[in-house]
T-cell receptor
Framework: KAGVTQTPRYLIKTRGQQVTLSCSPISGHRSVSWYQQTPGQGLQFLFE???????NKGNFPGRFSGRQFSNSRSEMNVSTLELGDSALYLC???????????FGSGTRLTVV | AQSVTQLDSQVPVFEEAPVELRCNYS??????LFWYVQYPNQGLQLLLK??????LVKGINGFEAEFNKSQTSFHLRKPSVHISDTAEYFCAVRFSGGSYIPTFGRGTSLIVHP
């Protein structure tokens, strides 16, 4: 069974640009969550999607957005990038949200 | 607010020595508890989980954890560590009756020296 796949693994962007990250969950998993991991703030919850609907949202500005497609694949978008957005972005999937999430390897975003 | 505290940011230990990584949470409701491990440049991998039943939980790689409701703790232990156990360890708690999104601790860096 394939795990959670995140693409790309690494990204370098310039301040002010926007970026889209992709996540393919484990087959059959309908819940996809996104987390931002930084040395200073640790692991912070961004949002969770279930059946194409955002079901939970963390405390991040509106520059951070996401969506989920009918095949449960999810994307997150960050607009007007800031230096502080440099982080490891982790995607996690679970059957329906109530089970423990399975994480992907993450996308490391560097904003210069 | 519900929170998870990992008391040690870094734990150095020699190979083959025992180790305990501490985790406490603040909650008066039922909880589900998890430990995850993160190796460099990788995502989080589930080590073990407590959902109900026996308070002593065994996980992968020889790790185990004990749920102590009275002390609201879920400490992770291994009797003999290896160099390959060097990684970041995260405790996570899901509080019943509310959002099922787990709350993560800040992580403990386990450094195993030869």
């Amino acid at each position: 069974k394939a795990g959670v796949t995140q693409t790309p693994r690494y990204l370098i962007k310039t301040r002010g640009q926007q970026v889209t990250l992709s996540c393919s969950p484990i087959s059959g998993h309908r819940s996809v969550s996104w987390y931002q991991q930084t040395p200073g703030q640790g692991l912070q919850f961004l949002f969770e999607y279930f059946s194409e609907t955002q079901r939970n949202k963390g405390n991040f500005p509106g520059r951070f957005s996401g969506r989920q497609f009918s095949n449960s694949r999810s994307e997150m978008n960050v607009s007007t990038l800031e230096l502080g957005d440099s982080a490891l972005y982790l995607c996690a999937s679970s059957l329906a949200g109530e089970n423990f999430p399975v994480f992907g390897s993450g996308t490391r975003l560097t904003v210069v | 607010a519900q929170s998870v505290t990992q008391l040690d940011s870094q734990v150095p230990v020699f190979e083959e020595a025992p180790v305990e990584l501490r985790c406490n949470y603040s909650s008066s409701v039922s909880v589900y508890l998890f430990w995850y491990v993160q190796y460099p440049n990788q995502g989080l991998q589930l080590l073990l989980k407590y959902l109900s039943g026996s308070t002593l939980v065994k996980g992968i790689n020889g790790f185990e954890a004990e749920f102590n409701k009275s002390q609201t703790s879920f400490h992770l232990r291994k009797p003999s560590v290896h160099i390959s156990d060097t990684a970041e360890y995260f405790c996570a708690v899901r509080f019943s009756g509310g959002s099922y999104i787990p709350t993560f601790g800040r992580g403990t860096s386990l450094i195993v020296h030869p």
